[in-house]
């Protein structure tokens, strides 16, 4: 049998997704997550074959959670699944060593397919994306993007320096710096240009 977590945000999503692997005679989803704290935890737990995750989620990204699993060296491989058409996204998977991204529209062989191919060690990559993947990289660092993040759900500069343990001044810095790699005016529109580009 294939182990499975799966994480998403979405109740009636989530439920249609453990339903849909569940008819599989070779797939048992061994947990289920509203967000990517709770994911991890259970993927500790549980040492799953295969991580099912979203990318926007509470608490923690799908590629967050993706990145801390290889941090950790857990065993547990991870598909991305998402509404995200974007390279920037598929890119930064691909960097946290997701073995697969494919697109919540795809028909529901397709995925059964993907969580096959991966557990026998190959990859599942949505062809349109994967060749748009490599044709602009992301420039922000990992901490641009997460200040840029916390300043586009409207934290100020203080609230922002507070949660992620910084100065004031160096919070200044990341979102000078990020606004000046994406020929941003302000932070609000740096954030919106790393949004579309899926780097945010």
Known sequence: ???????????????????????EKDIEVVGAARNGIEALEIVRRERPDLLLTDIEMPEMTGLELAAQIRREHLPTRVIILTTFARAGYLRRALDAEAAG????????????????????????IDPELAQGAWT???????????????????????????????????????????SSKLNATNRIEAARIAREKGWL
């Open 136 to 178: 602009e990289r992301d420039p922000l660092t990992d901490r641009e993007r997460q200040v840029l993040r916390l300043a586009a759900e409207g934290l100020t500069g203080t609230k922002i320096a507070k949660r992620l343990f910084l100065s004031e001044g160096t919070v200044r810095n990341y979102l000078s710096s990020a």
């Open 101 to 124: 991204y494919l697109l919540k529209d795809s028909p529901a062989e397709i995925l059964a397919g993907a969580i096959r191919q991966v557990h026998n060690g190959g990859r599942a």
């Open 1 to 23: 049998m294939i182990r499975v977590v799966i994480a998403e945000d979405q109740t009636m999503v989530l439920g249609a997704l453990t339903a849909l692997l569940e008819i």
